[in-house]
């Protein structure tokens, strides 16, 4: 019996490279349901007349970037600032809490080893993208859609399971982004509260947040990614400065390394995980910021904006987190601007430059589920961009009623970085490249790339159970942790 297979829920069919010289294609390529590449032999000549598929996608069956058309392309200048707003949030300012939880040493070692495999991860993101996009003929895909592609074009067994995994993703995507969002806001809202009592004004975390509201209501509003580059490139301004001038304070008086533990316990260890997970947020604005570059070619060269980005971030990270440990010690809470001292101007100064930068930088965290929601919600409405400003508005609110009941910064930090961040930048970048790799079944050095992408993905899974049922146990206060509170 003939076998059945699925009929594709899609119209567009899987495209290779097809080379030659006079216009001519010697086969022509079908994708069937199982998604296997079949070349039907056509010797008949096309007398150069073109076909529709060429008129569709032109250059795409070489290279899909080159198909792009784009409104208001980014600069490599500008992608680096959006990669640096999107890194250097209220993660870079949890480090030395983080090291609290791992201790000096195997948190400084581990934070390089955890950047280096996030970067990697992201580099396959990207280069599976590219891989997918010749085979189905798109110009750019979303990370949802390149989880889609993968099970799509893998072995049958996966996929019925496309647009389950696709649903996942974004799932995931949408509430990591709404709580980086979440937590910016409060961040916001702490620190401005902070600078207020230093003022002689005294007002609670609620009332700050309210009034919030106006500024980032109306920087939401805002829908193009190119439009945003000046908030974030006062956003990385301001955060370099603050964390100039915070190194001043991290750098005075530092004790003897062995007034801190090099290592901590194991059962602190997942809350250590989660916090650097969620320091590595930047996963979730990757494929948006390469598809939307005037030259993505330069986006994941070895020199390249992905890993200019990285490295400056990743630095950071590990100098923020050293010394900030090394000087405050267990004492260290969830944002290493609240261990400044309340009485010093230039520590008034560090929390008000990174309030403003976290505060321009939650455009860029909003731009991302709002790009997977307003499709959904203005596809069936008449007025769509009234429909897409309503939604954008309901969105705000609802990040400002989540910031005002989370107990405390630094486990919630945790907790999101555990649940969401880990997943997306350690679980399923591997994944989708095991599924990508699939029908290219005589790949040099298949053996090592499936081990090396198996042992990432158990790494990521084992942080994501672990994490979560930690940070869940602190929050609810069944753990002996000691949470920093905020309120």
């Known amino acids: 019996m003939a076998p059945k297979f699925r009929e594709a829920d899609q119209t567009t069919p899987l495209l290779l490279d097809c080379n030659n010289n006079n216009g001519r294609c010697g086969n022509d390529v079908r994708r069937i349901g199982n998604g296997n590449i079949v070349h039907i032999d056509t010797e008949i000549e096309r007398n150069d007349k073109p076909s529709p598929l060429d008129a569709q996608y032109g250059t795409m069956l070489v290279d899909p970037v080159a198909g792009r058309t784009l409104e208001h392309p980014t600069t490599n200048l500008d992608t680096l600032m959006h990669m640096l707003n999107g890194n250097l949030g209220t993660g870079i300012l949890a480090m030395p809490d983080a090291f609290k939880n791992a201790g000096l040493y195997v948190g400084f070692f581990g934070t390089l080893a955890m950047g280096i495999i996030c970067t990697h991860c992201m580099h396959l993101l990207v280069r599976c993208s590219h891989d997918l996009c010749r085979r189905y003929g798109r110009p750019s895909l979303s990370y949802a859609e390149v989880g889609y592609y993968a099970l799509d074009s893998g072995p049958t067994w996966s996929q019925p399971l496309a ?87 991290l750098l005075q008086d530092l004790p003897h390394s062995a007034t801190v533990r090099p290592v901590s316990s194991w059962s602190t260890l997942p809350l250590y995980f989660g916090t650097v997970m969620y320091a590595f947020e930047g996963i979730g604005v990757v494929l948006p910021l390469e598809n939307n570059m005037a030259n993505p070619r330069d986006f994941i060269t070895w020199n390249g904006v992905l890993n200019t980005g990285m490295t400056i971030v990743v630095c950071l990270y590990s100098a923020v987190g050293f010394y900030g440990y090394l000087k405050y010690g267990e004492q260290a809470q969830g944002s290493v601007t609240l261990n400044l001292p309340n009485d010093n101007l230039l520590a008034q100064i560090v929390r008000l430059l990174m309030a403003v930068a976290v505060l321009a930088s939650y455009a860029l965290q909003f731009y991302v589920p709002m790009t997977i929601l307003a499709p959904v919600v203005t596809k069936h409405c008449r007025h769509r961009h009234c429909a897409e400003y309503a939604l954008r508005l309901v969105t705000v609110l ?90």
């Open 163 to 249: 647009a389950s995994f696709r649903r996942l993703i974004n799932t995931f995507l949408i509430v990591m982004q709404l709580g980086l969002c979440c937590v910016y806001y409060l961040f916001v809202a702490v620190n401005l509260r902070e600078l207020l009592e230093y003022l002689g004004v005294q007002v609670s975390v609620l009332t700050v947040l309210g009034y919030l509201l106006i500024p980032l209501t109306l920087m939401n509003m805002v829908r193009s990614l190119k439009l945003l580059t000046p908030t974030s490139l006062i956003a990385s301004v301001l955060a370099i400065a603050g964390l100039a001038i915070a190194f001043l304070f």
């Open 398 to 487: 609802l990040t400002f009623v989540l910031a005002a009941i989370i107990p405390n910064l630094g486990t919630f930090i945790s907790l999101v970085g555990a649940v969401s961040t880990s997943t997306l930048a350690l679980v399923f970048p591997p994944v989708i490249d095991l599924l990508t790799l699939w029908p290219n079944g005589n790949r040099p050095g298949r053996r090592w790339i499936v081990l090396k992408d198996a042992l990432i993905i158990t790494f990521g899974a084992c942080g994501f159970f672990f994490g979560t049922v930690k940070s869940l146990a602190t929050i609810f206060g069944t753990s002996d942790g000691d949470p920093s509170g905020i309120h």
